[in-house]
């Protein structure tokens, strides 16, 4: 049974920093790509961020220099680090997985307040 859960949401000031984090069980971690999502009231679910299995990241370019994805695989986890939040950055952020079948797997979300 695949899982992914993810922490460290909450409320931060603008200008502020969070780290989420989201631990994947059922899954072959090495071997999957791991993506941010996030989803703002009223809007679309839109990328954050990517990691393939061997490391490499992209971004939104929107968000480039502010957010950092990263990954363990020996704790099975990916990480979102932010910084200089904002808040047009509130939103629920997802973690996903890919296998290498291309099948995709959600978590159930955390949710991110930046108060102005």
């Known amino acids: 049974q695949v899982q992914l859960v993810e922490s460290g949401g909450g409320l931060v000031q603008a200008g502020g920093s969070l780290r989420l984090s989201c631990a994947a069980s059922?899954?072959?971690?090495?071997?999957?790509?791991m993506h941010w999502y996030r989803q703002a009231a009223g809007r679309e679910r839109e990328l954050v961020a990517a990691i393939t299995r061997e490391g490499v990241s992209n971004y939104a370019d929107s968000l480039k220099g502010r957010f950092t994805i990263s990954r363990d695989n020996a704790k099975n986890t990916v990480f979102l680090q932010m910084s200089n939040l904002k808040p047009e950055d509130t939103a629920v952020y997802y973690c996903s997985s890919v296998s290498l079948l291309g099948l995709t797997s959600w978590g159930q979300g955390t949710q991110v307040t930046v108060s102005s």
């Open positions: 059922g899954i072959n971690f090495r071997l999957s790509a």
